[in-house]
């Protein structure tokens, strides 16, 4: 079955998850009304290269747009902004109290940066604005940048940093950088890695305080350090743009609460046929994990879920019922200095982790998750094939232990370190 001929589907959100949703609907054979709405007029691009190849340079603008409206064969709303939503009359409060009706909608707002509680506004980067600044900040002169944050943003915006000549302090409230989202072993390895590169790496601390000075800044660290700085940067996490649907019957607790097939649940905890949400700002039932509503903030994941929307949304405008799809399995990347971190599956999901090939003082090495005995992530470096094989595995789901055997390190087998003594 197709659309009706003239029914119109909004999606509120430009970014990466809004704009494949587009695209899905169009390649799908949607010729319906299909506009976009977001406050920001330049929404429309890649977010990855904004802490890494945008900041040093290496890409350029051009590079990291998405597909425009006309590509898209969408009208765009932009510098728009969505203030509420009446499920019941399908329709969207935009600014200045109008209001545009809708057959279908797609909620993709996505996130914003997490702001460094105190008096100083201190930088964040999430939005190509954000990097603008900060990249003419690092261009234009070198001298000393505290990094606020050891999240995979601010260990890469350390990385690009001291690749332009910069002093980099890179301050981490967990044990290492990346140990809250990869786990000890992980961490460690990049921990040494920055260091290598002349990084100085202050983990197991935070921000207490960040102050002006006449030359710059001066961060007060929770042990009661302080550290002068020219620059200043906080990558401490990012919250869910939710706020306008507090009033709506739309369930959201840390993002848009959602079934398997992407549908917005209601406060009763049921869905709302055509009405689905997509990208980070969906906190969804994953297929391979289906007893957790998790949130997934990676660009895979956001390129997954504008097929699950779209395919979704169609069903419900046709009456059918949603086509199943292959449960996708994770992936990410983070690119420093010379070495590629991969990963796959959901590594924040284990209880235990080891390393079962190589091991990180040698430069390659591959870290396998568990949960109750159950593969459900992995993650390394100079690994590619072996992280395939644990894709596979953890996509077939009829592996419940790890794909090696045995170690390949002469050492003998690795400790299991349990992800929680991080979070």
């Keep these: 079955m197709r659309p009706r001929t003239g029914q119109h589907v909004v999606v509120v959100g430009g970014g ?3 704009t494949r949703t587009v695209a899905a609907l169009r390649d799908a054979g949607f010729d319906g009304r299909l506009t976009v709405i977001d406050r920001d007029p330049e929404c429309d691009h890649d977010r990855p290269p904004l802490s890494k190849g945008f900041l040093t340079g290496t890409r350029s603008e051009a590079d990291i747009r998405l597909p425009g409206a006309a590509e898209l064969d969408a009208d765009r709303r932009l510098t728009t902004e969505v203030t509420g939503l009446s499920v019941r009359e399908r329709a969207l409060r935009l600014g200045g109290g109008a209001w545009c009706g809708f057959d279908g909608l797609v909620i993709a707002t996505g996130l914003r940066a997490r702001p460094l509680p105190g008096l100083v506004r201190v930088p964040t980067i999430r939005s190509i604005h954000d990097a603008r600044r900060l990249r003419a900040a690092l ?3 070198t001298g000393r940048l505290v990094v606020i944050g050891g999240g995979f943003i601010g260990t890469e915006i350390a990385a690009s940093a001291r690749e332009l000549g910069w002093q980099v302090v890179l301050v981490a409230r967990e044990s290492h950088p990346l140990a809250r989202a990869l786990g000890p072993a992980m961490g460690r390895f990049v921990t040494d890695l920055h260091r290598q590169h002349g990084v100085d790496v202050r983990d197991g601390q935070a921000a207490h305080e960040v102050a002006d000075t006449a030359d710059g800044y001066q ?4 042990g009661g350090e302080s550290i ?4 200043v940067v906080a990558a401490i996490g990012a919250i869910p743009n939710t706020e306008w649907l507090d009033d709506t019957e739309v369930l959201t607790d840390d993002g848009i609460h959602t079934d398997p097939h992407l549908r917005a649940l209601d406060r009763t905890g049921a869905p709302s046929p055509g009405i ?8 969804s039932p994953h297929h391979l994990f289906p007893t957790e509503s998790i949130r997934v903030e990676h660009w895979s994941n956001a390129t997954e879920h504008a097929k699950t929307a779209a395919a979704t949304l169609l069903a419900d405008l046709t009456g059918s019922a949603p086509a199943k799809r292959d449960a996708a399995v994770p992936s990410f990347w983070s690119d420093q200095y010379d070495q590629k971190i991969l990963a796959v599956g959901l590594p924040h999901l284990a209880d235990h982790a080891a390393v079962v090939e190589g091991h990180p003082s040698e430069g390659r090495f591959l870290i396998a998750y ?15 094939r072996s992280l395939a094989r644990y894709r596979r595995a953890i996509a077939t789901a009829t592996q419940r232990e790890n794909p090696h055997q045995t170690s390949t390190h002469s050492g003998g ?3 299991v370190a349990t992800m929680q003594e991080d979070a």
Aim: no cysteine; net charge neutral; hydrophobic share 40%.
């Design 413 to 415: 087998p690795r400790a």
């Design 16 to 18: 990466l998850a809004g």
């Design 370 to 384: 568990t949960r109750e005995g159950q593969t459900v992530g992995a993650a390394g470096v100079g690994t590619t």
């Design 139 to 141: 261009h234009g002169h």
């Design 219 to 222: 961060v007060r660290l929770t």
């Design 228 to 231: 002068e700085a020219d620059l």
């Design 276 to 283: 689905v949400a997509a990208g980070d700002v969906a906190r």
